[in-house]
């Protein structure tokens, strides 16, 4: 898949946004939230870890897309 002109730039803005976020989730300290009482949660420390997940599944793909066509191919493998 090849990627008009200017979407490179686009793409790189993303993965800044996406980088920044994650190292917010990362930060947020699940760990902590889950040694106050239930009632005292400012989140659920599950849907910070999810978000985490999420957002590395979104860095991924962007990088992906990034790196153009075949990056990533194993060999046998779907394209």
């Avoid at 699940?30 to 999810?50: C, G, I, N």
């Avoid at 991924?60 to 493998?77: F, N, T």
Wanted: charged share 25%; aromatic share 4%; net charge negative.
């Amino acid at each position: 898949m090849s990627l008009p002109i200017g979407d490179g730039d686009f793409l790189h803005g993303l993965q800044a946004e996406v980088e920044a976020e994650l190292v917010m989730a990362e930060s947020s300290g699940p760990e902590e939230e889950m040694s106050l009482p239930v009632t005292e949660w400012l989140y659920d420390p599950a849907d910070a870890r999810q978000e985490e997940i999420e957002l590395r599944g979104l860095l991924g793909a962007v990088e992906a897309l990034e790196d153009g066509p075949g990056a990533g191919h194993i060999e046998g493998g779907p394209v």
